[in-house]
Nanobody
Framework: VQLQASGGGLVHSGGSLRLTCAAS??????YAWFCQPPGKEREFVAA????????YYGDSVKGRFTVSRDNAKNILYLDMNSLKPEDTAVYYC??????????????????WGQGTLVTVSS
């Protein structure tokens, strides 16, 4: 299984970006995005579970970010709107088979992409 993330870049506060994660290999239960802000721990952003039938979001991105997955193409997306400087981070896609209560835990994911940097200027 391999994950290839792309779409990061520099954007002004209030702007938008779309991150893409192309996955190869078998299907997993959960496809997620995590981010790691500078000098901080990795944190959960969003996930789609069970062929995108359920979606989960971190509190800081609810209402601004939308996670989706093209099941046929095996591509995961993260549409990021109303970006804030505090969204600046390296964003990682990850796949795994965590139970629902561990969907937001990095320990639930077996395979990680290489990360793509998002920088939001004020």
């Amino acid at each position: 299984v391999q994950l290839q993330a792309s779409g990061g870049g520099l954007v002004h506060s209030g702007g938008s970006l779309r991150l893409t994660c192309a996955a190869s290999g078998r299907t997993f239960r959960s496809y997620a995005w995590f981010c790691q802000p500078p000098g901080k721990e990795r944190e959960f952003v969003a996930a789609v579970v069970n062929m995108a039938s359920r979606r989960y979001y971190g509190d800081s991105v609810k209402g601004r970010f939308t996670v989706s997955r093209d099941n046929a193409k095996n591509i995961l997306y993260l549409d990021m709107n109303s970006l804030k400087p505090e969204d600046t981070a390296v964003y990682y896609c990850a796949v795994g088979d965590p139970i629902i209560s561990y969907v937001s835990a990095s320990e639930g994911y077996r395979v990680w992409g290489q990360g793509t940097l998002v920088t939001v200027s004020s």
